[in-house]
């Protein structure tokens, strides 16, 4: 966030080798403050490369990626110490071909033999823990979103009062009431219309795709180009009709197999508005009727060991967690950005808003056992139990720990409307130095590098990392292309854990400062996120040093120089 420590750099940058081992000791700290002028690339991606494009180099591949093979190369030949990052998500799939032998196992706890070996109050806790869950075996998968719960207890208590009768302070908690009442009706409205253009909209696509079938039989020839479409005699006026519906479309440059993935796009879109909408029920109580007191923080021991939740529920957090960590060494599936690595799961965010205490309680629970990263790919715009994650937060820093925060897919500044998890309270000074926040950037060196959803804000977003098309692991041995701030956080956490792992004497804050410090400055104007509409659909072009409190993207390179450099300083 606003913390970030300018070191006074030297124009010259050296290493020094002494050995056999190729202990490295940077003699001068290097220098970040260049411009790169790399075009962006013009050319496509092969499939292999666009699956780790996130990997790349900006200087020799032209794409805006974080430069992980030289950082490699620099790493050859150093021993690293192995660090947990605890993946504080949806849940995670331990059995995934991928993540099975990066995972970590609670080396006190006997597996599923219904006791409590390590005395810490959670029962076989091998994987990591559910908050999610009970005792029982319960779990849950969707809840509410946090304006619908204030909403609920608002129209509890102020539904049939009169309000000008209320004392001075009730009476702003019942204005704030009345506002979100009226955000919460307007948001329904504003989803069941989008819901239901869509559905329109799949209409008129089954309709295009039906003209083409027709048109196929017609021209007894696949693939249809507009030049064979112009030479058809249609039979009817009605076939006449669907022949012109696909010329008009070949001549706007689509072809069927477009209209086809386009079609799956929106079904998909369709689908996942229809899941949001139940954020919204005001009747869900599915996480306040698990046994625990959501109200009560020191009601803790709540909960179950199923960090898996379900399959569909887990991929996010399965997903995440690959970014971080999938096997690097096993010649299958997706790569890491870390290795030696261990993946701690803790499970607290449903399909809606997380809860406060279970936030709490999952990031004390990854610091006590062990973690020195925490991957926190979550949040929301309403945390009316802050106080209690910023006590986490805190506890976080002491233990030195440290927390890579996603910042969220609104394209929105988080400057002016809070986004939670955050280590500010008053959206301009931190109250921790452990917590950098990471918004979404993109393969495009070029006015396209911010993702368009990605959150943003010149004091409380730190840096951008990639965060659109990541491949990666999910649920049931597969792997797919997801895009958000979330993927963008994994990594940076990522990076973060090569650094703790390869400079162990160097701390959370230290972490934090290194890969803001060492970003590459981007230094040309970008689409706002966020700004781009119907009625602008260009958006609106700022400085990408607007974005954010670097101005940059990380670079595992670069952050590996300058911890080479810091912790040999410590020693």
């Not at 209690?388 to 937060?393: E, N």
């Not at 400085?543 to 040999?568: C, D, H, K, P, Q």
């Amino acid at each position: 966030m606003k913390n970030t420590n300018t070191y006074i750099l030297s124009a010259l940058f050296a290493l020094v080798v002494i050995g056999c081992k190729s202990s490295k000791i940077t003699v001068t700290p290097p220098n970040f403050n260049f411009v790169n002028t790399t075009p962006a690339k013009k050319s496509d991606l092969s499939e292999d490369d666009f699956q780790i494009w996130s990997h790349l180099d900006i200087t020799q591949d032209s794409i805006a990626g974080m430069s992980l093979a030289k950082a490699y190369q620099f790493l050859e030949g150093e021993k690293s110490k192995e660090v947990i990052v605890a993946i504080a998500d949806s849940g995670v799939d331990v059995n995934h071909e991928d993540l099975k032998d990066v995972l970590w196992k609670n080396p006190s706890e006997i597996e599923n033999n219904a006791i409590d070996d390590d005395k810490n109050g959670y029962k076989d806790d091998v994987f990591g823990w559910n908050f999610l869950g009970n005792a029982a075996g319960d779990i849950v998968t969707t809840d509410q979103l946090e304006i619908t719960r204030l909403v609920k207890k608002g129209n509890t208590k102020f539904s049939n009062i009169d309000v000008a009768t209320l004392p001075e302070e009730a009476k702003k908690e019942a204005n704030t009431y009345v506002k979100l009442l009226k955000e919460y009706n307007a948001t329904i409205i504003e989803k069941e219309a989008e819901i239901s253009k869509m559905e329109d909209y799949l209409i008129t696509l089954g309709i295009i795709q039906q003209d083409f079938a027709v048109v196929n039989a017609l021209a007894n020839k696949k693939p249809l180009t507009l030049a064979l479409v112009d030479t058809l005699k249609a039979p009817n006026l009605q076939t006449l009709v669907k022949v012109k519906n696909v010329a008009n479309i070949l001549r706007q440059g689509m072809n069927e197999n477009d209209l086809n993935e386009e079609h799956k796009k929106v079904v998909a879109y369709l689908s996942e508005l229809k899941k949001a909408m139940k954020g919204y029920d005001l009747e869900m109580s599915f996480r306040q009727n698990l046994g625990d007191n959501l109200y009560d923080i020191s009601d803790k021991y709540y909960g179950n060991n199923n960090v898996v939740g379900t399959a569909d529920a887990a991929k996010h957090g399965t997903h995440v967690a690959g970014i971080v960590a999938a096997n690097r060494t096993n010649a299958i599936g997706a790569v890491g950005v870390a290795n030696n690595v261990k993946i701690m799961t803790v499970r607290i965010v449903p399909d809606g808003d997380e809860h406060d205490k279970d936030v709490a309680l999952g990031i004390k629970y990854a610091v006590d056992n062990g973690a020195k990263i925490i991957n926190t790919s979550f949040g929301k715009r309403f945390s009316p139990n802050k106080n209690w994650v910023f006590d986490a937060i805190q506890y976080a820093a002491a233990k030195d720990v440290l927390i890579v925060n996603a910042a969220g897919n609104d394209g929105k500044n988080i400057d002016k409307r809070a986004s939670y998890p955050t280590d500010t309270k008053d959206m301009i000074s931190e109250y921790a130095d452990n917590v950098i926040t990471i918004g979404a950037s993109s393969l495009s060196y070029d006015k396209d590098l911010p993702a368009p959803f990605s959150n943003y804000g010149k004091m409380n977003v730190d840096i951008f990392a990639p965060g659109v098309d990541i491949y990666a692991t999910t649920p049931n041995d597969s792997y797919e292309f997801l895009s958000g701030t979330s993927m963008a956080a994994p990594s940076a956490a990522g990076v973060a854990a090569l650094i703790r792992g390869y400079y162990p004497n160097l701390s959370a804050k230290d972490v934090k400062e290194i890969i803001m410090n060492s970003g590459v400055k981007i230094n040309f104007q970008v689409i706002k996120p966020g700004s781009q509409t119907e009625e602008n659909p260009e958006g609106e072009l700022v400085a990408f040093s607007e974005l954010s409190v670097t101005g940059s993207i990380v670079n595992a390179y670069n952050a590996l120089l300058l911890a080479n450099y810091r912790s040999s300083q410590k020693k």
